[in-house]
Nanobody, 122 residues
């Protein structure tokens, strides 16, 4: 069992930065791939980024490539999402999730956090 708690969301102007954190409980955190997803009002949950358990395999959605960076610290049981050059279209609730293997499909993730709101004003 893995419990996930996101933090770091907030209101920021376009062009600004935020760093999201996702703290995990459980001694098996380092064996899980971790993903970030987001969901805007009226839209489906969409993939943002994932990182494999050792950090060797990382992928991003095209919409955030070059602006967002995913990383993890297994000693701290934490995964991060550094978001730079934020745009109004990045506004959404951001969720972290854990899975036994990396993937783009939210259905392949077993554990989810409660989400943190990111709002980017123009």
């Amino acid at each position: 069992q893995v419990q996930l708690v996101e933090s770091g969301g907030g209101l920021v102007q376009a062009g600004g930065s935020l760093r999201l954190s996702c703290a995990a409980s459980g001694r098996t955190f380092s064996s899980y791939a971790m993903g970030w997803f987001r969901q805007a009002p009226g839209k489906e949950r969409e993939f943002v980024a994932f990182i494999s358990w050792r950090g060797a395999n990382i992928r991003y959605a095209d919409s955030v490539k070059g602006r967002f960076t995913i990383s993890r610290d297994n000693a701290k049981n934490t995964v991060y999402l550094q978001m730079n050059s934020l745009k109004p279209e990045d506004t959404a609730v951001y969720y972290c999730a854990a899975a036994k293997s990396t993937g783009w499909d939210p259905l392949s993730y077993d554990y989810w956090g409660q989400g943190t709101q990111v709002t980017v004003s123009s």
